[in-house]
């Protein structure tokens, strides 16, 4: 195991990611409004290895992510099950970004 790696208990983060959305919730009425669409993004390797300076940024757009967690669409290959999790981080960011102000 990497001497950086970290351990997540998923109970865990399932339970501070139901405290959030509640918390969140309880703030807009159940609705986030986002006055922004598009995001700046730093593809992996880079965004995970802070020896080095970025070379890359590509543009996220929020509305697309958020289309894509639409698990019909994508269907259940565990590949793309695992990367709605990426989804999800991004579409939090800018939920919670939106909230913090």
Known sequence: MNEAA???KLIELRKAF????AHVESI???VVRLDYDYFWSVPVPGR????TQPT????GQ???VWASLDGER?????QALAYMAVWIGEVMQAIGHTVVG
Do not use: K, R
């Open 6 to 8: 970290v351990e997540i």
């Open 62 to 64: 929020v509305s697309e």
């Open 74 to 78: 994508l269907g259940d290959s565990d």
């Open 18 to 21: 139901e405290v959030v959305v």
């Open 28 to 30: 807009t009425g159940g």
């Open 48 to 51: 995970f290895d802070p020896s």
């Open 56 to 59: 890359e940024l590509t543009i």
